[in-house]
């Protein structure tokens, strides 16, 4: 199965990657000189079309340009346990109900820059990689495993046995996040936009932990909340 991801950077990196790409699709008056030289430079068909057939094709807001190319591939999730090097301490993100595509791409993302080795999300009531996740990702759908899940709380009931700690994050129940212990084999559990951890997956967390919220919202963006959880382990785990 093929699909096309868009966005300028999206198909920048592709090419740089040397991804296999089946042609690329450009909006007739886009100039890009240096994507139509990386384009010609690797003998990828190069179809010009008009803006409203693109529209009509593509969701979102695709910059005049997309790539045909597989499905992203996902993993099974001892294949993310085997793929962590020899000697490092495992890190991996689990995503329960996560909706936003936006998020989805923001979270590997940073998932990528402090080198998270997977991200576990479940087959049902879940975001799927698509090409508005690749776009926001910036590259990162291709370097951070995914595994996709029948049943999360079996997932983590199975990693448990392979040595690791769950941690969620969560308001109800929880601790500071700067009281976590994270020089453990980690799974970091995020929850939906709108509703959080699920009550079943919170139960099967070994503790959760929190961001302090001074002013008047009461809490943040998935992603962000993600991103900041993952610089706290970063910090713990390698210290200045």
Not at 45 to 59: N, Q
Not at 165 to 171: E, P, S
Not at 209 to 231: D, F, K, Q, W
């Amino acid at each position: 199965m093929t699909q096309y991801v868009y966005g300028k950077n999206v198909v920048r990196q592709l090419l740089k990657d040397q991804k296999k790409i089946y042609e690329i699709i450009m909006a007739d008056g886009i100039k890009d000189p240096e994507l139509t030289s990386m384009i010609k430079a690797n003998q990828i068909p190069l179809k010009v079309m008009g803006r409203k057939k693109m529209d009509a094709m593509l969701e979102g807001n695709h910059q005049g340009v997309a790539a045909k190319i597989d499905d992203y591939k996902t993993y099974e999730l001892d294949e993310l346990l085997t793929s962590v090097p020899k000697g490092k301490m495992p890190l991996f993100v689990l995503l329960d109900g996560l909706e936003d595509p936006h998020n989805l791409g923001a979270i590997l993302r940073t998932c990528d820059c402090v080198g998270v080795d997977g991200v576990i999300i479940g087959k049902h009531r879940n975001v799927k990689l698509t090409p508005t996740v690749a776009k926001v990702s910036t590259g990162a759908i291709d370097t951070v495993k995914v595994s996709m899940v029948t049943n999360l709380t079996q997932a983590i009931k199975y990693l448990k046995k392979q040595g690791f700690w769950i941690v969620g994050a969560d308001l109800e129940n929880s601790r500071d996040y700067r009281e976590g212990q994270y020089d453990v084999p980690l799974v970091l559990v995020i929850g939906s936009e709108g509703f959080g951890i699920s009550s079943l997956v919170s139960k099967n967390c070994d503790y959760c932990v929190r961001l302090p919220m001074e002013g008047s919202v009461t809490s943040l963006n998935a992603s962000v909340a993600c991103g900041i959880l993952l610089y706290q382990i970063y910090n713990s785990r390698h210290p200045l």
